[in-house]
């Protein structure tokens, strides 16, 4: 099982990215995939989450209308387009799933400690 991330970079406030999320050893779309975020000093924060089955997607409220999650289950890929960036979205952003999760709720998707596998993170900076 191995999930990466990939698309992060530097970027000026206002500017957009996409982030990509592959895995291999299993497929994406059998279950709840999340972005999370960790700036340097602070705690891991769920950005975003997509569920199997019903695509019901979960956002940071500071996010909000700024970013968004999709899915390509031909490629086997999640991504997270985003767009207006600020300063404050400077983090490494991580792709996480527990494989056994199919639908996450508002009350859960974005606590760290129900996922368990993790890739590697893509640094995102936004700045001038």
């Known amino acids: 099982v191995q999930i990466v991330e990939s698309g992060g970079g530097l970027v000026q406030p206002g500017g957009s990215l996409r982030l990509s999320c592959t895995a291999s050893?299993?497929?994406?779309?059998?279950?709840?995939i999340a972005w999370f975020r960790q700036a340097p000093g602070k705690e891991r924060e769920g950005v975003s989450c997509i569920n199997s089955q019903n695509g019901t997607t979960f956002y940071l409220d500071s996010v909000k209308g700024r970013f968004a999650i999709s899915k390509d289950n031909a490629k086997n890929a999640v991504y997270l387009q985003m767009n207006n960036l600020k300063p404050e979205d400077t983090a490494v952003y991580f792709c996480?799933?527990?494989?056994?999760?199919?639908?996450?709720?508002?009350?859960?998707?974005?606590?760290?400690?129900?996922?368990?596998?993790w890739g590697q993170g893509t640094q995102v900076t936004v700045s001038s």
């Open positions: 996480a799933t527990d494989l056994l999760t199919v639908r996450r709720y508002s009350s859960t998707w974005y606590r760290a400690q129900f996922y368990d596998y």
């Open positions: 050893g299993f497929t994406l779309d059998d279950y709840a």
